[in-house]
């Protein structure tokens, strides 16, 4: 069973406790269902009974079902609150007193409909039935059968929305707060999961990089110099060793293509973009909902892949056209007329472009791509560029879209807001009823001092509970507020004194969200404030500290182990992040090798289908050999000048000259190679199996780059500006240049479709 799932049972459970205590701790209403037990209203009373009665079989034992418990509750309350209209119009019929027992017959209904329904449509039933009532009251009231002011009246009314929407807010809270647990539960599950897929990986590629040096170099040097003897023994241990390289480079390229793989995160299943990115010095930025997690399940794989590719589309045109320092990566679920939408935005601040000219990637990737699953595209652009993907997702329930924001913005901010408008009418109805106005006027501000205090607490949205001394303020003010009001009332109305129920909204507020010591100081606070009367620790009052109590350990509780979780995530997430990476650093390392040609030659040998002697087979395996020793010791995921010599080194295979490279280890990351596109040309004027040599060597200033290539006769005609020629005769030609730090490292030489974004 769910977080979400025992929570809503636990506050079925509270609901139908409160709603049996409530009706029969009313001895009016005890004393109205025995003597009229054929009238409509009670009939609609005894309905609801039943209803409830059916609603603890639909809790418990074999007939136990989510499903008939809510539509029990439904029931229960529907007819609950059309019992209390009917006593409300029948006060001839069931004396003087059916009116006010009706009115809190209804109230009760009002609190159940916010206690078991959504928040999404709680609110409109809680208005509705309110509306309906107050109509009632008016109808009762022009009929003259309540000799108050109709303001009075109308109280009863202000208290059940009062009381609804406080339902609401405490329901709101503790379904979001159980949901967010489900939510983290999941995602830190599958984050495990992927992780240990992640680190198996790693582990395979590591082990097969280790392996790189003694099976395949090995194996292709064999191959290479040809003296291999030819006997079966030497042939059969050439296959064997053939197939054991072509299973190494198999779990190399595996294990470093992430292009394919998709977990259902995007800082995650991005992680390769993000390096190239910050290798280019560009920051990454992300924010918000950005995996699947909060969708329970509406978003498919292949809907995710979608934008996933999007996402990698729109960061690809930031590394190679926009000449940003940051881009931003901000996902929110946006709830509108035709729907929910989970919204992901790029933003740069790069140089803008015309998007008129927007190139293949923008278009088919992005925009053909995104609508191909529904969704639709927004690209705006001027001094940055902000693409905004939505891909559509069921109409999400509002605590499904909601975040729960902690205890203090759930549950004081509605309570204190609907019992403050309730507090404020009431005075006001019954103001003629006090014999010192000045006095009244300042207990008024009492109460005005008490809320202000307790939304300052609230202002904080850091806070997570209430602080010591609201708390302090609100246990010494609600005594004196209740003793000093019951001083200044001269005549008794039905309506009781206002000041208990502001008091009581108040101490509600204060122990759901504030330390758990503050539920006995409240009890306390509460005898004080009833003229230390021993009987009201069975009244209603000590009922609301002791919900509240309950309310508040069940959100702490959920609170705290949210937060367990969340760290739990965040360190998943980020060795997880890290776990990819190294796996992206062996794409960038090795995506110049032919490990797919290589894996192919390999084994057609094991197989003994491709002859290891012949002239192109040698060719092919010298050529591969000379990359992946040119690689080995090279970091280009995090070294600029890494990165050029991958790339001279790729030139010098396709070239068929035999670079050697050599390296110092303190190299500065951001140094780059300007001269590389000299470097290459050179390359390629170098005579076919010649020798070139590319080093770099630390010294005072810095760093620095030498290639010396040997070249033909014709080649020294016409050498770049860079080059300088050392033996004529031999054909050696060197370039040399410090390796400068460069801030921003973006393509340049673009051309065509691949110069549009």
Not at 513 to 540: H, Y
Request: glycine share 8%; charged share 20%; net charge negative.
């Amino acid at each position: 069973m769910t977080r979400g799932e025992s929570t809503f049972r636990g506050i079925a459970i509270f609901a139908a406790v409160w709603q049996g205590l409530w009706l029969a701790g009313d001895g009016n209403l005890r004393q109205i269902v025995t003597s009229n037990p054929g009238d409509l209203a009670v009939i609609a009373l005894l309905i609801s009974m039943a209803a409830w009665l059916m609603l603890w079989l639909s809790l418990f034992g074999p007939w136990r079902s989510l499903r008939r418990l809510r539509l029990f509750q439904v029931v229960s309350m529907v007819f609950v609150v059309l019992a209390g209209l009917i006593l409300m119009t029948e006060t001839s019929a069931v004396g003087e007193d059916g009116w006010y027992v009706g009115a809190s017959v209804v109230n009760l209904g009002v609190g159940l409909a916010g206690i078991y329904l959504t928040r999404r449509w709680a609110i409109p039933l809680v208005i509705a039935i309110v509306t309906l009532q107050t109509a009632v009251v008016v109808f009762v009231h022009a009929r003259g059968d309540d000799p108050w002011p109709l303001e009075v009246d109308l109280v009863y009314p202000f208290y059940a929305l009062a009381l609804g929407l406080a339902s609401v807010a405490a329901r709101h809270a503790l379904m979001a707060s159980a949901l967010r647990q489900d939510d983290v539960e999941r995602q830190l599950t599958r984050q495990e999961q992927v992780r240990a897929a992640t680190e198996l990986t790693g582990e395979t590629l590591a082990s097969a990089e280790t392996r790189l040096h003694e099976t395949v170099l090995n194996t292709l040097t064999a191959i290479v110099r040809g003296g291999l003897g030819d006997n079966e023994l030497t042939r059969a241990r050439l296959r064997e060793r053939a197939r054991e390289s072509a299973d190494v480079l198999t779990s190399i390229a595996q294990g470093s293509d992430m292009s394919a793989r998709w977990d259902g995160d995007l800082r995650i299943d991005l992680a390769g973009i993000v390096v190239d990115l910050e290798g280019s010095q560009i920051n990454v930025e992300w924010d918000g909902v950005l995996d699947l997690d909060p969708f329970h399940g509406q978003i498919d794989q292949a809907t995710f892949a979608a934008v996933g590719t999007a996402v990698r589309e729109s960061l690809i045109n930031v590394l190679r056209h926009s000449g940003a320092s940051k881009v931003r990566i901000a996902g929110d679920i946006r709830t509108a007329v035709d729907g929910s939408w989970w919204r992901i935005r790029i933003r740069d601040d790069g140089r803008g472009f015309d998007i008129k000219d927007r190139g293949f990637g923008l278009r088919t990737v992005v925009e053909d791509g995104i609508r191909g699953c529904g969704g639709r595209v927004s690209i705006k652009s001027g001094t940055n560029t902000v693409v905004t993907l939505e891909i559509p997702v069921r109409r999400l329930s509002a605590t499904e879209v909601t975040p729960f924001g902690g205890i203090l913005q759930a549950i004081a901010l509605p309570v204190v807001a609907a019992f403050t408008a309730l507090t404020f009418y009431t005075i006001g109805a019954t103001w003629q009823y006090v014999d010192s106005e000045l006095l009244n006027t300042v207990i008024a501000g009492v109460f005005v001092g008490l809320v202000t205090v307790v939304l300052i607490a609230v202002r904080d949205e850091k806070r997570e509970l209430m602080p010591w001394w609201a708390v302090l303020t609100v246990l010494v003010g609600v005594p004196v507020m209740t003793n000093l009001e019951r001083l200044v009332v001269s005549t008794p109305i039905p309506t009781g004194d206002w000041s208990g129920e502001a008091g009581a909204s108040l101490i509600f507020v204060i122990v759901a969200t504030g330390p758990r010591w503050v539920a006995p100081a409240a009890a306390v606070s509460w005898f004080i404030a009833q003229e230390l009367e021993w009987i009201e620790l069975t009244q209603p009052g000590m009922f609301v500290i002791l919900i509240a109590a309950l309310l508040g350990w069940q959100l702490r509780q959920g609170q705290a182990r949210v937060e367990f979780m969340d760290t739990e995530v965040s360190q998943q997430r980020s060795a997880l992040v890290a776990s990819q990476r190294r796996l992206v650093q062996a794409r960038t390392r090795y995506q110049d090798v032919d490990t797919s040609g290589l894996v192919a030659l390999l084994e057609g040998i094991a197989h003994g289908n491709v002859d290891p002697s012949a002239s192109v087979v040698r060719a092919m395996c010298a050529r591969e050999e000379r990359m992946i020793r040119s690689v080995l010791r090279l970091h280009p995921e995090a070294v600029t000048s890494h990165r050029d010599l991958v790339a001279l080194a790729a030139t010098a295979r396709d070239c068929d000259v035999d670079l050697s490279i050599a390296i110092v280890e303190d190299i500065p990351k951001d140094a780059a190679l300007t001269t590389l596109e000299d470097a290459r040309f050179l390359i390629r004027q170098a005579r076919p199996h010649s020798q070139a040599r590319a080093s770099i060597t630390r010294d005072t200033g810095g760093c620095t780059f030498r290639l010396v290539v040997q070249i033909g006769p014709e080649g020294l005609r016409s050498l770049p500006a860079p080059a300088e020629v050392l033996d004529e005769a031999e054909g050696l030609v060197i370039i040399e240049e410090e390796c400068r730090s460069v801030p921003n490292v973006v393509a340049t030489s673009v051309s065509g479709q691949d110069a549009q974004r």
